[in-house]
């Protein structure tokens, strides 16, 4: 297997890490293109396990961090610049994405290896919006799967006084349950998302879709209810709706996964997707 990284120029001043795995075997392979979630990372829980995975089933499989989702090239795990964590916004995320898809459209090396009309996007949890709006916008997109995903971003910011005390402040503050650092987001999230509202909307995106796609959802999901799916799929009537049944937000994963196999659950998502693509 290959397995390699790269470290490319995005259009926000910060650089973004891919990584990107494959059997070299003479044909032309399907590509995964896969966004991590809110306060996620490339390397999160089983990430790699699974990327593995998708390797050894005949894809090449691509991930990234977002250039602004608080790591560093030198410290890719966790959140070492929670001041780039609270300037990133919804449209950086879908710039770095199309930086991600136009490199992997042009690297000399992997255009020997990858089916360039057989570009696949998955997304997990607020990616799973991203990829949505990508694809719906990008004609080089072939498929979409939303892991996991949301359908509306508008809903997950402050209401009411804490909205009031965050536009005055210009900041509010998230602990991560499992760092137990302080996450800024600053008001220019909102800003930003109330100049694009048109283009950020899920709803919109998922009406337009016209290429396949995969909504796969677990019904044990306290982090997004199982609703949003179903959400996704009546915006979307020619979708395809997965329910697994019993598995969380993470498909069984955790941050660190010190297993040597997949979750039972994430193995699920992996037969799903490949079913979907193939």
């Known amino acids: 297997m290959i397995k390699n990284s790269i470290v490319i120029q995005g259009n926000h001043q910060k650089p973004i890490l891919i990584d990107y795995r494959y059997i070299s075997n003479g044909s032309l392979k399907p590509v995964i293109i896969f966004c991590h979630g809110y306060k996620g990372y490339k390397d999160w829980g089983a990430w790699n396990l699974m ?100 359908s509306d971003y508008k809903v997950r910011f402050p209401s009411d006084k804490a909205f009031e005390t965050w536009k005055k402040e210009g900041v509010y503050f998230v602990e991560n349950g499992r760092t137990k650092q302080q996450m800024p987001h600053y008001f220019q999230f909102y800003t930003d998302f109330i100049k694009n509202e048109s283009r950020l909307t899920i709803k919109t995106a998922t009406e337009n879709l016209n290429i396949p796609f995969l909504i796969i959802h677990g019904d044990a999901d306290t982090s997004v209810t199982i609703h949003e799916a179903e959400n996704l799929h009546r915006w979307n009537p020619n979708s395809q709706l997965e329910i697994i049944e019993g598995a969380n937000h993470v498909f069984g994963a955790s941050q660190p996964w010190k297993e040597n196999y997949l979750p039972q659950h994430l193995e699920h998502v992996i037969a799903l997707i490949k079913s979907f693509i193939n």
């Not at 005949?58 to 780039?84: R, Y």
């Not at 255009?111 to 990008?138: C, F, M, P, Q, Y």
């Open 51 to 150: 990327a593995n995975a998708f390797a050894e089933a005949g894809f090449c499989f691509v991930k990234f961090n977002f250039s602004h989702n608080g790591g560093t090239i030198e410290q890719p795990i966790d959140f070492p610049d929670l001041n780039a964590f609270g300037n990133n916004n919804y449209t950086k995320e879908l710039d770095d994405l199309e930086s991600v898809i136009d490199w992997v459209c042009s690297d000399k090396e992997l255009i020997k290896e990858v089916n360039l009309k057989n570009i696949n996007l998955t997304g997990h949890s607020r990616g799973g919006g991203i990829v949505i709006i990508k694809s719906a916008e990008d004609s080089r997109i072939n498929k979409v799967i939303s892991l996991a995903g949301v």
